[in-house]
Nanobody, 128 residues
Framework: QVQLVESGGGSVQAGGSLRLSCAASGRTFSNYAMGWFRQAPGKEREFVAAISRSGGSTYYADSVKGRFTISRDNAKNTMYLQTNSLKPEDTAVYYC?????????????????????WGQGTQVTVSS
């Protein structure tokens, strides 16, 4: 399995921005479909965004569409989540996830059970 480490979380005021990163190691990063999830206190982990192996396909939860942008740099083995116009309800621990995709498959995965590698999470706190 690929090892994942998130960074870039922090505390911001509503309307602010953060850029989260997910660094991968141990396997060929471009073989993996990737995703971001988040878990707020007392709530279940939820899907945020997904990106295909090549980066050519992306998919977003309705709650973040138009505010968040997922991207990846396969040469740097890193995935990103640019979060803009942050709201207090975006407060959560953000996790990145990976799933090895078959050759020639370039799809996104939105279901949590579709992933088999997870990072430790990075905290995002948005104050009003």
């Amino acid at each position: 399995q690929v090892q994942l480490v998130e960074s870039g979380g922090g505390s911001v005021q509503a309307g602010g921005s953060l850029r989260l990163s997910c660094a991968a190691s141990g396997r060929t990063f471009s073989n993996y479909a990737m995703g971001w999830f988040r878990q707020a206190p007392g709530k279940e982990r939820e899907f945020v965004a997904a990106i295909s192996r090549s980066g050519g396909s992306t998919y977003y939860a309705d709650s973040v569409k138009g505010r968040f942008t997922i991207s990846r740099d396969n040469a740097k083995n890193t995935m990103y989540l640019q979060t803009n116009s942050l709201k207090p309800e975006d407060t959560a621990v953000y996790y990145c996830a990976a799933k090895r995709a078959p050759m020639l498959a370039d799809y996104t995965i939105s279901g949590e059970k579709g992933y088999d590698s997870w990072g430790q999470g990075t905290q995002v706190t948005v104050s009003s």
